[in-house]
């Protein structure tokens, strides 16, 4: 049986964030991953006094980076600021995690990009082959970056929700194996983009013992993801039921309209 722990999306502005911490440990809550949805909030002090709090109350927190990411663009500049949103994550990340004394890595998870035929192509839009090599390389480099700045992070790209995004299972498992970076998978993604939760299909994509994990409700159509959602007891049930019959440690982090009280419901089925 896996060993699953729950946290929330959003740990709030620095003044909040010790208030909220305490709150999610003294309800069992043992993950949180901080939202830098419009770029990073914290400096370095700030990070390395939240990352101490962190671990004293044994949560595990992680990094959301800034939407506005695409290392497939067309545009040069564009790929670099996407490049440099990461990196940012990424320093904030190092310091986050000074208090767990190497025993754990932050995860940055990003969104990698859309399709495109990349920088300077003449080619037509849309090609997907073209778009992982170029993604590809983005995040070799990256991964170069950190190794330089000894610097305690995993970079984690997402599965994506949108069939228009990159993002498939396919994909993401590819960059695993041909970079060394690690994932993030989002269960609700997943069942946006393919109609169905594909449990088979994401266990064979990634073998590796650990998971971080997305999940929440979510609604979609015949182009993917639209939105997320509150997330169900049912929706819970049916991912815990899978999940448990694996073997790993586990961490969901919620990212409904309502992430605290549906990681509370989620840990109470586990």
């Not at 990070?47 to 949560?59: C, D, M, P, V, Y």
């Not at 073998?207 to 993917?224: L, N, R």
């Not at 007891?233 to 409904?256: F, R």
């Amino acid at each position: 049986m896996s060993k699953i722990i729950f946290g929330p999306a959003g740990l709030g502005g620095v003044k909040e964030a010790k208030i909220n911490l305490e709150s999610y440990a003294k309800h069992g809550l043992k993950a949180c991953e901080i939202s830098f949805t419009y770029g990073v909030y914290l400096d370095k002090a700030e990070s390395i006094e939240i990352g101490e709090f962190a671990e004293k109350l044994g949560i595990y927190l992680s990094i959301h980076s800034p939407y506005f990411i695409n290392l497939n663009s067309k545009e040069s500049d564009k790929v670099k600021a996407s490049f440099d949103r990461v990196l940012k994550c990424c320093e904030a990340g190092h310091y986050l995690s000074l208090a767990y004394k190497g025993k754990h890595k932050t995860k940055i998870v990003f969104h990698c990009g859309f399709y495109s035929s990349g920088v300077g192509s003449k080619k037509k839009d849309y090609d997907k082959e073209l778009s992982f090599q170029n993604i590809k390389k983005q995040i070799l480099n990256l991964m170069e970056k950190i190794e330089e700045n000894e610097w305690n992070v995993e970079l984690c790209p997402e599965t994506m929700g949108k069939i228009n995004v990159f993002g498939s299972l396919e994909e993401i498992s590819r960059l695993v194996k041909e970079t060394g970076c690690s994932c993030c998978i989002d269960f609700a993604h997943v069942l946006a983009r393919y109609g169905k939760h594909e449990f088979s299909l994401v266990e064979k994509s990634f073998p590796q013992k650990h998971w971080h994990c997305h999940f929440s409700g979510i609604v979609y159509g015949d182009k993917g993801e639209k939105h997320h959602k509150h997330t169900t007891e049912e929706e819970w049930k049916e991912l815990l039921h899978e999940l448990n019959k694996l073997d790993k440690e586990i961490t969901i982090i919620n990212e409904s309209p309502s992430p605290f009280d549906d990681s509370i419901l989620g840990l109470s089925l586990a």
